[in-house]
């Protein structure tokens, strides 16, 4: 008799946590947006020479409430902080503890950073060190004055990896990692990453999500000299750089259902894509739209913000793909632009609608933005 074919291995979501300008879960994100509230608001630093004019900022939010050794804050950026927080918020919505019911090597995590950045108070000792006395960069002095007075704990705080070090130590994780960086597509590829992990049994479960400060100077600096605000020099509106961090449980579906865990969804099909100059942005993103076969979905959570190019194309490949008729949520338009942590609040919310819709209800989830990389995701009700 010929072998039996093996049960193909699901991804499944089981536990959510994130900390964004609009709320601490999925249910307070939802609720603000349904209300029509925004977190946009103009920035804590003077913008004047800036395209941008406005910021999306945390505030209130407490880092000793989520991290046990208070001492080790001093060596984590605000990314990390943030990245630590979410990410013990979903393992405890997983109802997942150290060792119990996975060992730490049997849990993956895959994540994504932005581009690595300080306010300017932090930087400003460093420049003013290094100056010579017309105030020009100095380099005998950055070298000889500068870097003695540079604490060691500086590097832990720069690096774009070391939030989700500090992840993997908060939480306890051992098992297979990748870091990716530092918009939303590599966030989305952080997301695919650990449901192929659990596809081909490389775990039984993974952490995924992202992190991103962009509301201070040089973040804002460094968008407007990638291109990033052009929308707002050529429309007069674009993206609002905002600061969050948002990380998913997954698991192998039949693990969780031995564990009689809670599931919000589940991830049949997903599909990510690279743009190119050569090809209209709108048919790299309706290709991406019409591979995740979101056939069934009455609900699209959308990418689209205030960046016109890139909210036009993504309407455009709604509407190839058949879904112009859906119920469409635009979270960034309230929450803000999280760049790298984009894609994990995208997905994250998907899968809470998903819920709280019930059997029968799917939701595309799309992570388009700026970048070469794209993603979108189809969440279904299990």
Request: with cysteine; aromatic share 6%.
């Amino acid at each position: 008799m010929p072998a039996t074919p093996p049960t193909p291995r699901q991804a499944v979501v089981t536990g959510i946590g994130m900390v964004t300008p609009l709320g601490d879960s999925p249910a307070a994100v939802l609720a603000g947006i349904e209300a029509g509230r925004s977190a946009a608001r103009a920035p804590s630093f003077d913008a004047a020479a800036l395209l941008c004019p406005l910021a999306a900022p945390i505030d209130g939010f407490d880092p000793e409430r989520h991290v046990d050794d208070v001492k080790s804050l001093r060596l984590m950026s605000r990314d990390a902080q943030l990245a630590v927080a979410a990410a013990r918020m979903a393992l405890a919505d997983a109802g997942l503890e150290p060792r119990r019911p996975y060992a730490p090597e049997d849990i993956a995590l895959y994540g994504a950073t932005g581009l690595t950045g300080m306010p300017a108070e932090e930087v400003a000792a460093l420049v003013r060190h290094s100056a010579d006395p017309e105030g020009n960069l100095d380099l005998r002095r950055f070298g000889s004055v500068t870097l003695k007075r540079v604490r060691p704990v500086l590097s832990f705080r720069i690096l774009a990896n070391m939030p989700i070090c500090f992840v993997s130590i908060a939480g306890s994780i051992r098992g297979a990692n990748g870091i990716y960086t530092p918009w939303e597509g590599q966030g989305a590829h952080a997301i695919a990453a650990g449901i192929r992990a659990i596809e081909e049994g490389l775990a039984p479960c993974a952490v995924v999500g992202g992190c991103d400060v962009r509301t201070h100077e040089f973040a804002f600096v460094s968008l407007q000299q990638l291109g990033a605000f052009q929308s707002w020099a050529d429309h007069g509106e674009g993206a609002v750089p905002g600061e969050g961090a948002a990380f998913l449980v997954l698991e192998e579906q039949s693990l969780a259902a031995d564990r009689e865990a809670r599931v919000y969804a589940t991830i049949p099909r997903h599909a990510i894509g690279t743009t190119s100059s050569k090809v209209p942005l709108a048919d790299t993103l309706a290709g991406l739209v019409s591979a995740a076969r979101p056939d069934g979905a009455a609900r699209i959570v959308a990418a689209g913000d205030g960046d016109r190019p890139i909210r036009q194309a993504e309407a455009d490949a709604i509407e190839r793909a058949g879904l112009g008729a859906a119920d469409t949520l635009y979270p960034k338009r309230h929450v803000g632009n999280l760049y790298a942590a984009a894609a994990a609040v995208q997905v994250a919310l998907a899968a809470a609608m998903v819920e709280r819709a019930g059997t029968g209800h799917a939701v595309l989830a799309n992570c388009f933005g700026y970048g070469s990389q794209q993603g979108s995701f189809l969440l279904e009700a299990v």
